[in-house]
């Protein structure tokens, strides 16, 4: 089972600050299947980014994504307060699917 | 416009049995997997079963197996999620969730995810 380690746990920034969140995983996720996921207070996961750094339809360009082998970040390049929520990544490219337990940003 | 959607949870006693359902639209049903995720109350996303387009593959996570049991109607654009011997810790959100490939190797994302049904076990 390939094991993904977020980090940090929580990250506190204001408005216009950026955001970089890392996602570091036990073996190398092959052919960066990775994605990454928001998650707001009381709603349903939804798709940021897939294949480490395409963004899903609708994603704003503020969210970008990247990184291969073992090592993957996702930026907000620029926060704004509608990002406040919890962030995973999950690998796909082997089974188990598993996720990363999450980040957590706050706006000051 | 894509929507899946699920229903059937409650509350049900440890030991007890319950069957969860997603109705699909917006896609071509039986061309893509689909997957059930479950996230204990203010804990992380846990993927805990998958099943191919035709229902031929399935497959599940360790600490479901040989409980929960899942399935798909493809003529009524449904999947289902059969829970048995329920225990205190399959408490959580259960979300539905369509598997998108990302290329021809099999492999998929998930790319959208109902807003899930609550399950709670508990005497």
């Known amino acids: 089972e390939i094991v993904l380690t977020q980090s940090p746990g929580t990250l506190v920034l204001s408005p216009g600050e950026r955001a970089t969140l890392s996602c570091r995983a036990s073996q190398s996720v092959f052919s960066s299947y990775l994605a990454w996921y928001q998650q707001k207070p009381g709603q349903a996961p939804r798709l940021l980014i897939y294949?480490?750094?395409r963004r899903a339809t609708g994603i704003p360009d503020r969210f970008s994504g990247s990184g291969s082998g073992t090592v993957f970040t996702l930026t907000i390049s620029r926060l704004e307060p509608e990002d406040c929520a919890v962030y995973y990544c999950?690998?796909?490219?082997?089974?188990?699917?598993?996720f990363g337990g999450g980040t957590k940003v706050e706006i000051k | 416009e894509v929507q899946v959607v699920e229903s059937g949870g409650g509350l049900v006693q440890p030991g007890g049995s319950l069957r969860l359902s997603c109705a699909a639209s917006g896609f071509t049903f039986n061309t893509y997997a689909m997957n059930w995720v479950r996230q204990a109350p203010g804990k992380g996303l846990e993927w805990i079963s998958s099943i191919s387009g035709s229902g031929g593959g399935t497959y599940y996570a360790d600490s479901v197996r040989g409980r929960f049991t899942i399935s798909r109607d493809n003529s009524k654009n449904t999947l289902y999620l059969q829970m048995n011997s329920l225990r205190a810790e399959d408490t959580a959100a259960y979300y539905c969730?369509?598997?998108?490939?990302?290329?021809?190797?099999?492999?998929?994302?998930?790319?959208?995810w109902g807003q899930g049904t609550l399950v709670t076990v508990s005497s």
């Open positions: 999950q690998q796909y490219v082997s089974s188990p699917l598993t």
């Open positions: 969730a369509k598997g998108e490939y990302f290329d021809s190797s099999g492999y998929y994302y998930l790319d959208y």
């Open positions: 294949g480490a750094s």
